[in-house]
C-alpha cells in the first residue's frame, strides 16, 4: 500500500493520508511515496540458512548480498508492521531497499511531555510501543528518521511533529526548552548531524570483491589457474588488485570529502525556559531549541525561523546565488509555518550568516529542521541517493551484456560438442567450454565506457564547468531544448536608472530620467526606502536592482551602531533597522527616514514593503515596491492613473524593467512592532512607475543563434513582465525579426465566471482580415510562430485546460511571471513530451527547475554548490553550448569504447573457437600481448581528443541496441570470422603446410602454423577496429587531434608488423611458428588491410544511412517522441492556434496523440 509521508504495509491499513511532513523537494525524496512490507525473524530459518551458507562454501552470502530481499525472504516471515523486526521497502522508483527496526528507550514522563507540546491529533501520533520499557520504534531510511505511530498504523517521518507548527507556536519557543524536554526530543528526532558514513577499508574491500565485476574475475582467474595459465592469471590479479585499491581509495575519498562538507558541528548558544543561556554542541539541537544568533554571525548547523533581529546571509552554497540575502524576523499570526513561503525568514543549514543585528541585542531563531530534514540535508541526499537516470544508454549496455552473455551460451556448446569428439578428459572438456565465458563476456565492459566521461569532466572542468553528477554529461549529448532565466542570465546583472514616472488619479506625469530632480515627497522618499539593501563594513550589499535605485537618488544608508538606542530615541523609541538621510538640496530638503519594519521580497508574492518613520517617530508612512500588476491590484483602484495599461505595455515591450510603487500613511496609533504584512500591503495609493534598463548580454544572441542552427530549441522562463520578456526574446534571437508572437492568456475558475482560453497576435500583428493568412502559412517553415504565457494563465491552463497544455508547450517561447514552483513544473511537464530539458539560471529562484531538468547549469562564482548539476564560472551562457558538445563528445566516445570492447571479445572468441576446431588455442603470452598490451591502452586513450568546434543538427544516438549500431557490429563480426577463416584457409593450401599432431590438444599443440596465422590476423584486428568504431566529425575532433591516441595505433602496428615478418628472439616466447616464406607473411598482412578497407568502408556506409533500406521494408513508424508526433499533426492543422476565439472547457477540439 503506497502512502505519502507514512510507510504502511499490508497488513496494515492506513486510516488518513497525512500531508508532507517537511518542505523538502519530492525531487529530493524518493521515499516520499513508499511500499513498506514488515517481517519477523524466525529462529529455524535464520539456522537452515546458516548451514546452507557453510555447505554452499559461502555462495548463498553472496547471493544473499546481491539479493537482500531474498535474505529477507528466507529467514523471516511476514507481520505487521507494528511487530515488525525487518522492513523491506520499495521506493518510487521501484527500487528495493531492507532496513531494521531500530528501538531508543525513551525517559519516564517523556511521552507525556510531548503529548502536551503537540495538538490532540499528533498526541494520538505519539502513542509509542509498549513493552516492558517505553520504546521509540523506528528506521533509518536514507538519513531520515521514520517512528512508528500506532494511531496511524504507520511509519511516519519524524518531522511530522512538527509539520503543523504555526507562527505563534515559533514564538512560543522563544521562551526555550527545558532540559527534560531537549532530552525528550533529541531521543525523539536523533543528533542533528548530517551523517555521511566513511566505510571503514575492510568494508569497502568486501563489498567491492563481492561486486559481480570482481566475482566474475575471481571466477576466471581461479579457471585460469586451474587451466595453467599462471602468467596470464597472475598478471589479471595483479591488475585487478590494483583496480581494487584504487577504488577503495576513490570511494573514500569522495566519502570523505562529501562528509567534510556535509558534517558540521560547533558550539552554540540556546536559551533555556529558565532564562538562562547556555553553549552547546550543535549535534544537540532539536525542532524547538531558541537559538542565539552572534553579532558576527555563525554557519548555520540546522534550518531556524528568525523571530528577532535581521541577518545578513550567503546562501552560495545551497543556491548558487552570490548576492548575500538579508533575513527578516518572520511575521507573528496564527499562519502555518513553511520555510519554502517563508524563505525571507528562514536560515537555512549550511548557509554563512555574514552577520546579525538584533538593535542592541543578539539575533533570535527557533530550530525548525535537524539533520537530513534541513534543506542541505536534503540536496546531501540528494547526491547519496541520486535519482535513477533514465537513459537508453545505460540501460542497454547491460542488455548488451546479456546479449553477449547469450552468445558465449552458444559459443560454450559448439566448443563442448568440438572437445567432446576430441576425447579430452571431463575436465579439460568443462574448463575450456567456461573459459569461453571469460573471453566472451568482457568484465571490464562497464569500467571502460566511462573513460570518455572522466575526460569530458575533466575538460569541462579547465573550463570553469564544475560536474557532481557525471552520469548527466552523456545526458547532456541528447539535450533537444534548453530553458533560460532571463535576468542574470540572459540580461545583465546590473540595471541601469531608465527614468520615473509619477502617478495619480490626474494621470502620468512627464518622464523624469534622473530620480535626483525629483521634488520631495512620496516617491522621493519610496525609492530611497523601500529595498532591503543594508551594509556590511560600511560598504552597502544586496540586489543589484536595488542598489542602482538608491544610488540613483542619491541618499544615504546609516545603520545602528552599538545598541542602538541614541537612534531609536532619535526616531520616537521605535526599533530603528537603518536610516535614509537625503542629499542637501538648498532650502528643499527632504527629511531623514527610518525603516522600522521590513517584509522582504517574495517570488511569489511578487512584492515587497517597508514601514517607516520620521524623526521623533511622527508620519509612519508604508511603502510597496513590485511587479506593475501586482502593486496596482493593491492599490485603492481611483488612484491607479487611466492610462497604467497602456503604459505598461508601451515601457514593456520597449524591453525595460518596470517596477511600481504605491504608499499609505499608517495609523500613528498601530503598534509598528506587530503590524501584520497584510495589513501593510492593502488600501495603498499609486505612487509612479521605475524604468529600469536591462541589456541583453552580448554572448546571448551568439550563443541563441549557435542552439537555432543545431535544431535545438530555446526557452525563456522569467519571473519579469511578459512584454518585457518578449522584447528580450526578439533582442537575443529566440524570436525572429519576421516571426509572429501569439499570447495565450486563461482565467481559472472563477464564482462569477467559468474558465477561458484565447489566444490573439501581439499589438503590431496581423490585422484580423489577414489572421486566416497568418494562421494558414505558420507552420509552412517551421517556427514561424511563438507562444508567450504567464504564469497565472499557465496555472489556469494546466488546471482547466490539461488537452491543450501540451500544444501550448510545444510551441511556447517566452513564459513570463513564473513562480519557483511553476518553473519546477514546467520543466516536468516538457519532460513528459519526452523532451530532454537543460535549465540554466542563475539565483536561488531557479534552483528547483535546475533540479528538476536533465541537465542544470548554475551560472554561479561558488564551486562547491549543489544548487545543480553543473555550476559554471562563466557569467554568461556561452558555457551551454560547451556542454552540450563536451556531451555529445562524451556520448559518442562511450559508444565507442562500448562497440570496441564488444568487438574485442568477439575477436578473441572467434580465434578461440576457430583454434579449438583444429585442436588448438592461444598461447599465454599471446593472450597477455592481446589484452595488456594492445586492447587496454587503446581502450585508455580512445577517449582523449576534444569535442568538434562546433554544434551539428542532428544529435548522436543513445541507443545500443539500434539497426545501426547492431547491424555495424553483426557485419564488422562477420567480418572478423571471415578474415581468420581466410588466414587458416590460405595457410592450410600452401604446399609447405604442416598439420599439427592431431593426438595432442591445446597448449600442448603449441607452436604450429594454423595458430600463428589465426593470432596473426587477429592482432592486426584488434587494431582495426579501434580505428573503425572510432568517431569523429561531428561531434568529436578528427582522430589526428588524438595524438596520444594516433602515436599508440602506429607503435601497436609495427610492432604487430614485425611479430609477423620477424618475430626474432620472441617467437618461441609466444610459441609463434617461424614461417620462412616472406611472401605468405605478406599476404598476411594484405589479408589484414583488406579487412581493414572492408570494415571501414562498411562504417562509412553505416553512418550514411545505408542500413536505412530495412527500415524502410517495415514501413514507416511513428517518432518514440511525443513532442514530435504532437508536432507532424499541428503541421497538419492550420486551424490551431484559434485566433481571436474565446474557448471554454466545453468547447474545445482535441488533438489527440496516439
Not at 103 to 111: A, K, N, P
Not at 351 to 367: F, H, P, R, Y
Not at 850 to 867: F, I, K, Q
Request: proline residues 6%.
Amino acid at each position: 500500500m503506497k502512502h505519502c509521508t507514512c510507510s504502511v504495509g499490508s497488513a496494515v491499513q492506513s486510516q488518513s493520508r497525512l500531508p508532507s511532513p517537511c518542505p523538502r523537494d519530492r525531487l529530493l525524496s524518493p521515499d516520499s511515496d513508499m511500499d513498506v512490507q514488515g517481517y519477523k525473524w524466525v529462529r529455524w530459518r535464520v539456522w537452515l540458512c546458516r548451514l546452507a551458507a557453510v555447505l554452499s562454501l559461502g555462495l548463498l552470502l553472496v547471493v544473499f548480498h546481491w539479493r537482500p530481499r531474498l535474505a529477507v525472504l528466507a529467514r523471516c516471515c511476514s507481520c505487521p508492521l507494528a511487530l515488525a523486526d525487518i522492513l523491506l521497502i520499495r521506493d518510487s522508483f521501484d527500487q528495493r531497499h531492507v532496513v531494521e527496526v531500530l528501538t531508543v528507550e525513551m525517559e519516564d514522563g517523556s511521552v507525556e511531555l510531548l503529548g502536551e507540546l503537540e495538538d490532540n491529533e499528533c498526541r494520538d501520533k505519539v502513542q509509542l510501543h509498549k513493552e516492558e520499557k517505553t520504546l521509540l520504534r523506528y528506521y533509518l531510511f536514507e538519513g531520515l528518521r521514520y517512528i512508528w505511530m500506532a494511531q496511524k498504523g504507520a511509519f511516519c517521518r519524524v518531522s511530522v511533529l512538527n509539520e503543523n507548527w504555526t507562527r505563534k507556536d515559533l514564538y512560543d519557543f522563544q521562551k526555550g526548552l527545558s532540559h527534560l524536554e531537549q532530552s525528550s526530543r533529541r531521543r525523539m528526532y536523533g543528533p542533528n548531524l548530517i551523517d555521511v558514513p566513511v566505510k571503514p577499508y575492510i568494508r569497502l574491500l568486501f563489498e567491492e570483491v563481492l561486486n559481480p565485476f570482481y566475482v566474475f574475475q575471481v571466477f576466471s582467474i581461479i579457471l585460469w589457474m586451474v587451466d595453467r595459465y599462471y602468467l596470464y592469471a597472475i598478471c589479471i590479479f595483479v591488475i585487478s588488485v590494483c583496480s581494487i585499491v584504487f577504488s577503495l581509495y576513490e570511494i573514500r575519498k569522495q566519502s570523505i570529502t562529501l562528509r567534510n562538507m556535509a558534517q558540521f558541528v560547533t558550539n552554540v548558544t540556546v536559551r533555556r525556559n529558565s532564562g538562562v543561556e547556555e553553549c552547546v554542541s550543535s549535534e544537540e539541537l532539536v525542532p524547538g531549541d531558541c537559538l542565539i544568533i552572534p553579532q558576527e554571525g555563525l554557519l548555520l548547523p540546522c534550518d531556524a525561523a528568525l523571530l528577532a533581529g535581521e541577518c545578513l546571509v550567503n546562501e552560495s552554497m545551497l543556491t548558487g546565488e552570490s548576492v548575500p540575502m538579508l533575513k527578516t524576523p518572520l511575521p507573528t499570526g496564527e499562519g502555518r509555518y513553511s520555510s519554502e513561503t517563508e524563505r525571507r525568514h528562514t536560515l537555512f543549514c549550511g548557509t554563512q550568516l555574514i552577520q546579525a543585528k538584533g538593535g542592541g541585542s543578539d539575533a533570535v531563531a527557533v530550530v525548525t529542521s535537524t539533520g537530513f530534514f534541513t534543506a542541505k540535508g536534503s540536496l546531501v541526499s540528494s547526491i547519496m541517493h541520486p535519482q535513477p537516470t533514465d537513459f537508453h544508454f545505460y540501460q542497454d549496455s547491460f542488455k548488451f551484456l546479456f546479449l553477449l552473455g547469450f552468445v558465449a551460451f552458444f559459443g560454450s556448446i559448439y566448443s563442448f560438442v568440438v572437445l567432446f569428439r576430441t576425447d579430452v578428459t571431463w575436465l579439460e572438456l568443462v574448463i575450456r567450454s567456461l573459459d569461453l565465458v571469460t573471453i566472451a563476456v568482457p568484465p571490464a565492459l562497464p569500467a571502460a565506457i566511462t573513460t570518455g566521461t572522466i575526460y569530458a569532466q575533466g575538460r569541462l572542468k579547465r573550463q570553469g564547468i564544475f560536474c557532481i553528477s557525471p552520469p548527466r554529461i552523456n545526458i547532456c549529448g541528447k539535450v533537444s531544448l534548453f530553458c533560460f532565466d532571463k535576468t542574470g542570465t540572459l540580461t545583465e546583472d546590473g540595471l541601469d536608472v531608465w527614468g520615473v514616472m509619477e502617478g495619480g488619479t490626474a494621470g502620468f506625469s512627464e518622464l523624469v530620467p534622473d530620480p535626483r530632480l525629483l521634488p520631495p515627497g512620496p516617491m522621493l522618499s519610496g525609492l530611497a526606502c523601500c529595498h532591503t539593501v543594508t551594509l556590511l563594513q560600511g560598504k552597502p550589499l544586496g540586489d543589484p536592482l536595488e542598489l542602482k535605485m538608491v544610488e540613483s537618488t542619491g541618499w544615504t544608508l546609516q545603520e545602528p551602531e552599538g545598541d542602538g538606542k541614541e537612534l531609536d530615541a532619535e526616531f520616537g523609541g521605535h526599533r530603528v533597522l537603518a536610516v535614509l538621510k537625503p542629499p542637501s538640496r538648498g532650502t528643499t530638503t527632504s527629511e531623514a527616514m527610518a525603516i522600522v519594519r521590513r517584509f522582504p521580497f517574495s517570488s511569489a508574492l511578487q512584492r515587497m514593503s517597508v514601514v517607516t518613520v520620521a524623526r521623533g517617530g511622527h508620519s509612519p508612512l508604508a511603502f510597496i515596491k513590485g511587479s506593475p500588476e501586482m502593486v496596482a491590484s493593491l492599490c485603492r483602484p481611483e488612484t491607479v492613473p487611466a492610462q497604467f495599461s497602456s503604459e505598461l505595455s508601451s515601457f514593456s515591450s520597449e524591453g525595460l524593467r518596470v517596477l511600481a510603487l504605491a504608499y499609505k500613511p499608517v495609523d500613528g496609533n498601530t503598534d509598528l512592532r506587530t503590524i501584520e504584512r497584510g495589513e501593510v500591503e492593502k488600501d495603498m495609493r499609486f505612487l509612479g512607475l521605475l524604468m529600469m534598463k536591462n541589456l541583453v548580454k552580448p554572448e546571448s544572441a551568439k550563443v541563441i543563434d549557435v542552439l537555432r542552427l543545431a535544431n535545438l530549441r530555446s526557452v525563456m522562463v522569467t519571473g519579469d513582465n511578459i512584454l518585457t520578456a518578449v522584447n528580450v526574446a526578439k533582442s537575443c534571437g529566440m524570436v525572429g525579426v519576421d516571426e509572429k508572437v501569439i499570447f495565450v492568456n486563461a482565467t481559472p475558475h472563477t464564482a462569477q465566471s467559468m474558465p477561458t482560453l484565447n489566444f490573439s497576435l501581439e499589438e503590431g500583428g496581423a490585422p484580423d482580415a489577414q489572421t486566416s493568412i497568418v494562421t494558414r502559412s505558420l507552420y509552412q517553415s517551421g517556427f514561424d510562430l511563438h507562444l508567450a504565457i504567464n504564469g497565472k494563465s499557465f496555472a489556469a491552463l494546466c488546471n482547466h485546460f490539461p488537452e491543450y497544455l501540451p500544444k501550448v508547450l510545444l510551441r511556447a517561447t517566452v513564459f513570463a511571471r513564473m513562480a519557483p514552483d511553476q518553473k519546477t513544473q514546467l520543466m516536468k511537464e516538457l519532460q513528459k513530451l519526452n523532451y530532454r530539458v537543460g535549465m540554466c539560471g542563475d539565483g536561488a529562484n531557479d534552483c528547483g527547475a535546475l533540479r528538476a531538468a536533465d541537465v542544470g547549469v548554475s551560472l554561479s562564482e561558488a564551486e562547491a554548490s549543489v544548487a545543480s548539476p553543473f555550476t559554471s564560472k562563466t557569467e554568461n551562457i556561452s558555457c551551454v553550448p560547451l556542454l552540450i558538445r563536451e556531451g555529445r563528445c562524451s556520448l559518442v566516445t562511450s559508444f565507442s569504447l562500448f562497440r570496441y570492447m564488444a568487438l574485442y571479445s568477439l575477436i578473441q572468441f572467434c580465434s578461440v573457437l576457430v583454434l579449438y576446431t583444429v585442436r588448438t588455442t592461444l598461447a599465454d603470452w599471446q593472450f597477455l600481448f592481446c589484452d595488456l598490451f594492445v586492447v587496454t591502452p587503446l581502450a585508455i586513450v580512445m577517449g582523449r581528443g576534444g569535442p568538434g568546434e562546433e554544434l551539428h543538427p542532428y544529435r548522436p544516438s543513445a541507443s545500443l541496441l539500434a539497426l545501426p549500431v547492431l547491424g555495424s557490429l553483426l557485419v564488422h563480426t562477420c567480418m572478423i570470422v571471415l578474415g581468420q577463416l581466410a588466414a587458416l584457409f590460405i595457410t592450410t593450401s600452401q604446399d609447405w603446410f604442416v598439420p599439427l599432431n592431431s593426438t595432442l590438444f591445446g597448449v600442448a599443440n603449441l607452436p604450429n602454423m594454423e595458430n600463428t596465422s589465426v593470432f596473426s590476423l587477429s592482432a592486426f584486428q584488434y587494431i582495426i577496429m579501434a580505428v573503425v568504431v572510432t568517431k569523429g566529425y561531428p561531434h568529436k575532433k578528427p582522430l589526428f587531434f588524438n595524438w596520444m591516441f594516433l602515436s599508440l595505433l602506429l607503435v601497436l602496428f609495427a610492432v604487430t608488423t614485425w611479430l609477423v615478418l620477424y618475430p626474432g628472439p620472441v617467437g618461441p616466447l609466444f610459441k609463434l611458428h617461424n614461417f620462412i616464406d616472406m611472401d605468405f607473411k605478406m599476404v598476411l598482412v594484405a589479408v589484414a588491410a583488406l579487412n581493414f578497407l572492408i570494415c571501414f568502408v562498411v562504417e562509412v556506409l553505416v553512418d550514411n544511412g545505408i542500413l536505412n533500406c530495412l527500415r524502410a521494408l517495415r514501413g514507416k513508424r511513428q517518432s518514440k517522441k511525443q513532442y514530435k508526433r504532437l508536432n507532424t499533426l499541428l503541421c497538419e492543422s492550420p486551424s490551431w492556434p484559434p485566433l481571436n476565439q474565446t474557448l471554454s472547457p466545453t468547447e474545445q477540439t482535441v488533438i489527440q496523440c496516439s
